[in-house]
Nanobody, 119 residues
Framework: QVRVAESGGGLVQPGGSLRLACLAS????????MGWDRQAPGNQRELVAT???????NYAGSVKERFTISRDDAKKTMYLQMDNLKPEDTAVYYC?????????????WGQGTQVTVSS
């Protein structure tokens, strides 16, 4: 059974940093594009950042220059380094990964991790 799971959320003051991790596990043949979304209360889910299997990264304009996405394929793990956090970054952060398993390929989503930026 393939699954992805986030970790690393929490409460941080404005200007602080957090690093989120997304671990893929199970019977995985290969991992392709990966990314992070977030959803704040009352808002639609929005894309935060994506990273291709080749390491090319893209960011939402609101987080560019503050967030860095990376991946370690040997560990089947993706990271989101978040610096200079702002109250408007408060949201549940979800990771996803396009994974090839014995049944084919599809996106797998985590359950989400809460990030709260507040003084």
């Amino acid at each position: 059974q393939v699954r992805v799971a986030e970790s690393g959320g929490g409460l941080v003051q404005p200007g602080g940093s957090l690093r989120l991790a997304c671990l893929a596990s199970g019977n995985i043949f290969s991992i392709h594009d990966m990314g992070w979304d977030r959803q704040a209360p009352g808002n639609q889910r929005e894309l935060v950042a994506t990273i291709s299997s080749g390491g090319s990264a893209n960011y939402a304009g609101s987080v560019k220059e503050r967030f860095t996405i990376s991946r370690d394929d040997a560990k089947k793990t993706m990271y989101l380094q978040m610096d200079n956090l702002k109250p408007e970054d408060t949201a549940v952060y979800y990771c996803y990964a396009y994974i090839m398993d014995p049944f084919g390929g599809r996106n797998y989503w985590g359950q989400g991790t809460q990030v709260t930026v507040s003084s």
